[in-house]
């Protein structure tokens, strides 16, 4: 199975802030790589598709690069309903599997 | 609008079976790769289980094959997922979440989900 592994598992920012998410891959995933947003109690939402495609309708401010094993999501100026937890997923092969979250947080 | 709205969820004792359900609306179900993925309390997300468009093809994660099995009605605009010899560690938050596929894969990520619904397996 290919293991995501996502830095850092938590970060305090504050509003206008840029802020850098990575995601690592136990092994090559060519770019077969979204990002999900997840708010408390509510279901994730897609970001970020074949990492670096912006799914219509996400802010700009949201964007993604990478490739292999290396990856990242980076949001420019972040805004109040930007704080959330984040997690990175591989689909290149079955088992799909999730990176382990990370959550962003208010300074 | 969009919409998957799962049921079936209850408060079951180890050992038992769990139908879940995940109605789908506001698209074309059958072109639409579907999956199961769960959230057990305060943890990350846990992909369970694919199903192609057509429902020929299914994958499964280590954890539930053999113990779960995917399908879908397409006529019904309906997704399910069976679950036996339920244990603790399935306990979760259940979503089913869609999205197109290329060859069978995710290229373009899960794009739709359903709200969730819970499955708690008490010993």
């Known amino acids: 199975d290919i293991q995501m592994t996502q830095s850092p598992s938590s970060v305090s920012a504050s509003i206008g802030d840029r802020v850098t998410i990575t995601c690592r891959a136990s092994q090559g995933i060519n770019s077969s790589l979204a990002w999900y947003q997840q708010k408390p109690g509510k279901a994730p939402k897609l970001l970020i598709y074949a990492a670096s495609t912006l799914r219509s309708g996400v802010p700009s401010r949201f964007s993604g690069s990478g490739s292999g094993t290396d990856f990242t999501l980076t949001i420019s100026s972040l805004q109040a309903e930007d704080f959330a937890t984040f997690y990175c997923?591989?689909?290149?092969?079955?088992?799909?599997?999730f990176g382990q979250g990370t959550r962003l947080e208010i300074k | 609008e969009v919409q998957l709205l799962e049921s079936g969820g209850n408060l079951v004792q180890t050992g038992e079976s769990l139908r879940l359900s995940c109605a789908a609306s506001g698209l074309r179900f059958s072109t639409y790769g579907m999956n199961w993925v769960r959230q057990a309390p305060g943890k990350g997300l846990e992909w369970v289980s694919a199903i192609s468009g057509s429902g020929g093809r299914t994958n499964y994660a280590d954890s539930v094959q053999g113990r779960f099995t995917i399908s879908r009605d397409n006529s019904k605009n309906t997704l399910f997922l069976q679950m036996h010899s339920l244990r603790a560690d399935d306990t979760a938050v259940y979503y089913c979440?869609?999205?197109?596929?290329?060859?069978?894969?995710?290229?373009?990520?899960?794009?739709?989900w359903g709200q969730g619904t819970t499955v708690t397996v008490s010993s």
């Open positions: 997923q591989q689909t290149n092969s079955f088992p799909i599997t």
């Open positions: 979440a869609g999205g197109f596929t290329v060859a069978g894969y995710f290229h373009f990520g899960m794009e739709v």
